[in-house]
């Protein structure tokens, strides 16, 4: 994505999003509720079309997506099997594999309507697996599970990106703990306000002292950096006392802020990359 924008209903959704995806990357945006999280991923993904900038991906790019949530009809008689194989045809050593992959192969028969928020996720990530994707997109997909439950979930992301090689996007509704193994975080506000890495959890004192220095590996943690502030009327704060209508970084030739404003693009020619 190159300075991809979308807007709509009298306003922009999303502006001068720059975002690109590598195979076997990991990328996790974060942001608040209405930041642009999922219009951002619905312009990577095709499902929507920019109003600005440009969004390519790789010819004949698989795949693999995890809603944040799957609301099934609770008198609906469907079993996991069933739903492994909606929408295409999946063999069975496959289906298996890929249950098995998430730790759930034991749940082929089960009603999906009968499992726990954990079990639903794995399910979900291993239908997501079975396609072998070269792109795997997951909507918070540790919701509704505890701590140690979404490490174990980190951790099989982790070990499918090894497998398969793939590029990694997480939507993360918390805004500080992410997946250890993040490549780069983007925090999102209607366009990108920082960009960075994340630090280990199991480095931080605090986080030792909790678990008695058995510190979680799989989560770490991002401090973010912004040198601007959202006003209640949406005009923009910036660092030396400016205001304007938005912080894309297009106005940023106008104001002296405490950041770089350039973007830094890998070679555009590589592999797979998702842009």
């Known amino acids: 994505m190159r300075r991809a924008g979308l ?3 009298g306003r922009w959704l999303v502006r001068g999003i720059d975002l690109a995806i590598a195979p076997g990357e990991i990328v996790t945006l974060v942001g608040p509720n209405g930041s ?5 991923v619905k312009l990577l993904l095709g499902l929507e079309r920019p109003s600005e900038g440009q969004v390519a991906r790789a010819r004949d790019l698989r795949v693999g997506y995890v809603p944040q949530r799957l ?33 759930v192969a034991h749940l082929t028969e089960a009603p999906m309507r009968a499992l726990s928020g954990g ?17 795997l997109v997951l909507d918070e997909p540790a919701q509704g599970v505890d701590m ?9 992301i982790a070990a499918a990106r090894q ?25 999102l506000n209607g366009h990108v306000c920082c960009e960075g890495t994340p630090e280990a959890v199991s480095e931080m004192p605090a986080y030792r002292t909790l678990f008695g220095g058995e510190a979680p590996s799989g989560l770490a943690v991002y401090r973010h950096q912004h040198d601007h502030r959202h006003l209640p009327d949406g005009r923009v704060l910036h660092s030396d006392g400016t205001v304007t209508q938005t912080c894309d970084t297009h106005e940023c030739s106008h104001h002296h802020h405490d950041h770089d404003c350039a973007h830094h693009h890998a ?7 998702v842009r």
Do not use: W
Request: aromatic share 4%.
């Open 36 to 40: 642009g999280k999922s219009t951002t």
């Open 267 to 273: 070679d555009d020619q590589q592999a797979g990359k």
């Open 71 to 103: 609301a099934i009809d609770s008198n609906l008689p469907l079993k996991v099997a069933r739903f492994m194989r909606l929408t295409r045809a999946l063999s069975h050593s496959d289906m298996v594999a890929a249950l098995d992959e998430t730790g």
């Open 163 to 187: 497998r398969l090689g793939c590029g990694v996007l997480l939507i993360s509704h918390d805004l500080h703990l992410v997946m250890a193994q993040t490549d780069r975080v983007l925090c």
């Open 148 to 156: 140690a439950g979404a490490i174990a979930i980190y951790d099989l």
């Open 119 to 135: 079990e639903m996720q794995r399910v979900l990530i291993a239908r997501a697996l079975s396609l072998k994707p070269q792109l």
């Open 7 to 9: 807007y709509a209903n």
